[in-house]
């Protein structure tokens, strides 16, 4: 058993065309304070103090702040980057980690948490009033692996994630793995985990599916935005796990889908077998299906987990990701220009998610943050 340990990943700084700047891939502890900068560095000037700004003729807000989720950080730069041009609103967002965001929101630092993690009514009794929940996307995470040599995409059932993440399989030619995958040739190597070190909704979204797999997951390691690691390598940020999976050979770790299909650094990802036995590609087709077949649950709670859903092509470890906001908005102004950001969410923002490798909303879905974005004042 290999014991936990830290895994410093650098973070970068991007500029999005348009003026709006954005924050990578760094992470935040679940406990760091409520500095905007957290450790994914500052954004630009205005990005640190809740960076109001009006139109003079208007009184129109001209700048919004966030921070939260890395998982939906390369929708959300083509979003705000796209609706500067069109709008003229600059959003600046830092990707620190869905239990940083949460808690910028709680210390009403920025204008719009992000979080892949829907905070729990406990939660949200401790907010300085009440908030809101708005979907904007689903993503899969998915089991991405370094293995020189091995060119088939390997096959892995609930039980072999659950056993390989509680530190069971501590080889990849583990008789688990070899049986799932005929035809194979998997190395004697070690297993290498990465996981995340901050107080992450990937983790959230990965924690409730091990749960709903695993019965011993359930009762010891558990489900949230932070877990009591059995075993491996922390990285912060989506882009921290990626780093060390594609640093170390015979790592494995679980990032969302775009992280893994990155250009300059792809990584190879399993096919994860689904609730109706399927072995599943992730995709956002796949996503919604698993969000379709939770239908009833989110159009009783949209904060209800879509991971493990029965459907034949649902992706087995899926989940929506959400921004968060105030429903008293302190601010008028710029309470409407994020009114009319989420509502362009909804409809044009919808329209680019596919091809980011994120899965569009169900209309349902759409229509029930409708009118949730209406109630917002």
């Known amino acids: 058993m290999v014991a936990s340990k830290s895994f410093k990943w650098s973070a970068a700084l991007i500029a999005v065309a348009g003026g709006a700047l954005v924050a990578g891939c760094g992470g935040s502890g679940s406990n760091a304070s409520a500095d905007a900068g957290g450790s994914g560095g500052s954004a630009s000037a205005g990005?640190?103090?809740?960076?109001?700004?009006?139109?003079?003729?208007?009184?129109?807000?001209?700048?919004?702040?966030?921070?939260?989720?890395?998982?939906?950080?390369?929708?959300?730069?083509?979003?705000?980057?796209?609706?500067?041009?069109?709008?003229?609103?600059?959003?600046?967002?830092?990707?620190?980690?869905?239990?940083?965001?949460?808690?910028?929101?709680?210390?009403?630092?920025?204008?719009?948490?992000?979080?892949?993690?829907?905070?729990?009514?406990?939660?949200?009794?401790?907010?300085?009033?009440?908030?809101?929940?708005?979907?904007?996307?689903?993503?899969?995470?998915?089991?991405?692996?370094?293995?020189?040599?091995?060119?088939?995409?390997?096959?892995?059932?609930?039980?072999?994630?659950?056993?390989?993440?509680?530190?069971?399989?501590?080889?990849?030619?583990?008789?688990?793995?070899?049986k799932d995958n005929p035809g194979v040739a998997l190395p004697n190597q070690t297993v290498t985990i990465a996981h995340r070190s901050d107080g992450s909704g990937t983790t959230n979204i990965f924690t409730n599916y091990l749960a709903s797999v695993s019965p011993e997951w359930k009762t010891k390691p558990g489900a949230g935005k932070s877990v009591d690691w059995p075993v491996?390598?922390?990285?912060?940020?989506?882009?921290?796990?990626?780093?060390?999976?594609?640093?170390?050979?015979?790592?494995?770790?679980?990032?969302?889908?775009?992280?893994?299909?990155?250009?300059?650094?792809?990584?190879?990802y399993a096919l994860v077998q689904n609730k109706a036995g399927?072995?599943?590609?992730?995709?956002?087709?796949?996503?919604?299906?698993?969000?379709?077949?939770?239908?009833?649950?989110?159009?009783?709670?949209?904060r209800a987990p879509i991971a493990n859903a029965s459907a034949p092509g649902a992706y087995p470890i899926a989940g929506f990701t959400y921004i968060l906001a105030y429903k008293k908005q302190k601010d008028a102004a710029k309470g409407a220009a994020l009114k009319d950001f989420l509502k362009w969410a909804m409809t044009d923002g919808q329209k680019s998610a596919e091809g980011l490798l994120y899965a569009p909303l169900p209309a349902a879905v759409v229509a029930q943050n409708q009118k949730t974005i209406d109630s917002i004042s």
């Open 232 to 268: 491996g390598l922390g990285g912060k940020g989506n882009d921290g796990v990626a780093g060390i999976v594609k640093q170390t050979p015979g790592a494995i770790g679980y990032v969302e889908l775009a992280y893994a299909k990155k250009k300059e650094h792809p990584l190879t």
């Open 47 to 178: 990005a640190t103090g809740g960076g109001g700004g009006a139109n003079g003729s208007s009184g129109a807000a001209t700048k919004l702040t966030g921070a939260g989720a890395t998982f939906p950080f390369p929708l959300y730069s083509e979003w705000f980057s796209t609706y500067n041009k069109a709008k003229g609103v600059q959003i600046n967002y830092q990707s620190i980690g869905s239990g940083a965001g949460i808690k910028q929101l709680t210390a009403q630092t920025v204008d719009f948490g992000a979080s892949d993690a829907p905070v729990d009514d406990a939660g949200i009794a401790k907010m300085p009033s009440p908030i809101v929940h708005i979907p904007t996307a689903g993503g899969a995470v998915v089991l991405a692996y370094n293995l020189p040599g091995v060119t088939a995409k390997i096959k892995m059932t609930g039980a072999d994630v659950a056993n390989i993440f509680l530190g069971k399989i501590t080889k990849w030619n583990d008789p688990a793995l070899v």
């Open 278 to 302: 399927q072995y599943v590609e992730p995709s956002p087709a796949s996503v919604t299906a698993a969000a379709e077949a939770s239908a009833a649950a989110l159009a009783a709670d949209v």
